[in-house]
């Protein structure tokens, strides 16, 4: 299995407070996505990382943020959740954007109340 | 906006039947994947084929891809309870960064 970590694995929260997801690495890959999967909806993209500190914007990014200060780490946070935002998060990373075949972590349930 | 669509939507089958499963996708793609989703797991990836090809096998999967009708097929043949799992298309456009995914067939294997 690729070393793709993410934490927490579960969390519930209240509308309007802040929360961050991690996803950790150990391959060395060079992109990594941050994905929601919803009911009906398959994985949609939220953002997407090509390098350190090089980040961009995916079809759902509306509410999120994300940052990448070093390889192995790609964090997305939820500035103020909202209800909306209940979801199953994945994070993935891939060698090769044009190509490749993409590595998921376990999924973070968040539940925002 | 999602690129891949899956049908059917659900497919239950007796342990040993072949599932097969279609994908439909809008724009042209440089390849196109297919993930397998165990229920509460992360997706895996089972196959790639690139816009190029237009069948690859790994193992008892087959996959096809016609470019013309902009579709693709996932057989699994001789399907076992283990096959019980959620399976997603994802497409990667010629001129794009990300993979679309659809929103997924669910696979029921009987015993």
């Known amino acids: 299995d690729a070393g793709i970590t993410q934490s927490p694995r579960h969390k519930v929260t209240e509308t309007g407070t802040p929360v961050t997801l991690r996803c950790h690495q150990t391959?060395?890959?060079?992109?990594m996505y941050w994905y929601r999967q919803d009911p009906g909806h398959g994985l949609r993209l939220i953002h997407y990382?090509?390098?350190?500190?090089?980040?961009d914007k995916g079809e759902v990014s509306d509410g999120y943020s994300v940052s990448r200060s070093k390889t192995e780490d790609f964090l997305l946070t939820l500035e103020s959740a909202t209800s909306s935002q209940t979801s199953v998060y994945f994070c993935?990373?891939?060698?090769?954007?044009?190509?490749?075949?993409?590595?998921f972590g376990e999924g973070s349930r968040l539940t925002v109340l | 906006s999602q690129q891949g669509e899956e049908d059917p939507q659900a497919l239950s089958i007796q342990e040993g039947e072949n599932a097969t499963m279609n994908c439909s996708y809008k724009?042209?793609?440089?390849?196109l994947q297919w993930y397998r989703q165990n229920s509460g797991r992360g997706l895996v990836h089972l196959i790639l084929?690139?816009?190029?090809?237009r069948e690859k096998h790994s193992g008892r999967l087959r996959v096809t891809l016609d470019t013309s009708k902009k579709s693709s097929s996932l057989l699994i043949t001789a399907s076992r309870a283990a096959d019980t799992a959620s399976y997603f298309c994802?497409?990667?456009?010629?001129?794009?960064?990300?993979?679309?995914f659809g929103a997924g067939t669910t696979v029921t294997v009987r015993a």
């Open positions: 993935a990373i891939s060698e090769d954007q044009n190509t490749g075949e993409l590595f």
């Open positions: 391959e060395n890959h060079r992109y």
């Open positions: 990382s090509y390098g350190v500190k090089d980040t």
């Open positions: 724009t042209s793609i440089n390849n």
């Open positions: 084929i690139r816009s190029n090809e």
């Open positions: 994802a497409s990667r456009g010629v001129d794009d960064y990300k993979l679309s």
